[in-house]
């Protein structure tokens, strides 16, 4: 770590920036039974240390607002969020949307960084602009579809059935199409302009119902 970043605590949490006290003590007494240093399998006096740090710090308002102002003067620029121009929030058309955002996002990172293929719920969260509390029923249903797949530490990967569907539904899912077409929407644009040569081309999108294929 260099001199200019700072740990972030909502990314070690799982957690958004916007999450409730309630929220942050929740997730920091499970978290602490996990790791601390005498839970057999699971401790780990590392993490136990850092979760110590952000808590304390989280869970003190006026420091959580310094730590805030820090992290944001440090973090790169961030994109407009996907929420800004796709609609998640209609009850049908709203859930498919977030499927086929979350496969985007994650088929862009296993393209590009095929060593390191993993993308964690905060960061899923932060490039959809979207509470995860919606995203527990997509990412399940993609589970269960067996498209996506969740590590140990809950970071989510794509899975070779996942991929399979992307490459040969675009042509066929004017959104996914559009979510593929304009990578710099779903990932930064170092990782987009260092994308493999053969990266399928845009296809001529068809009107066909979301539904049928998510």
Same mark, same amino acid.
């Given at each position: 770590m260099t001199e200019t970043e700072i740990p972030d605590y909502y990314e070690f949490l799982e957690i958004s920036p916007q999450a409730s006290q309630d929220t942050i003590h929740r997730v920091y007494r499970y978290l602490a039974s996990r790791y601390h240093p005498d839970s057999l399998g699971t401790g780990d006096l590392?993490?136990?240390t850092q979760l110590s740090a952000a808590y304390r710090v989280l869970s003190d308002p006026a420091r959580r607002a310094e730590y805030n102002a820090e992290r944001a003067?440090?973090?790169?620029?961030?994109?407009?969020?996907?929420?800004?121009?796709?609609?998640?929030?209609?009850?049908?058309?709203?859930?498919? +949307?977030?499927?086929?955002a979350v496969?985007?996002?994650?088929?862009?990172? !296993?393209?590009? +960084?095929?060593?390191?293929?993993? =993308?964690?719920? =905060?960061?899923?969260? !932060?490039?959809m602009g979207f509470p995860r509390d919606y995203l527990d029923f997509t990412t399940w249903y993609l589970m269960k579809k067996k498209y996506i797949t969740r590590a140990d530490d809950w970071d989510f990967t794509l899975t070779v059935d996942g991929v399979d569907f992307i490459e040969t539904q675009r042509a066929t899912v004017p959104l996914l199409d559009r979510l593929l077409t304009n990578g710099s929407q779903t990932d930064d644009k170092e990782a987009h302009r260092h994308l493999p040569a053969w990266l399928p081309a845009p296809h001529s999108p068809s009107d066909m119902d979301l539904a049928a294929v998510v």
């Open positions: 590392g993490k136990f003067a440090h973090q790169p620029a961030i994109q407009d969020p996907l929420s800004s121009t796709i609609d998640f929030m209609d009850q049908v058309e709203g859930d498919q +949307n977030r499927r086929l496969l985007a996002i994650l088929y862009y990172r !296993r393209r590009a +960084n095929p060593n390191d293929p993993e =993308v964690s719920l =905060v960061e899923i969260e !932060r490039r």
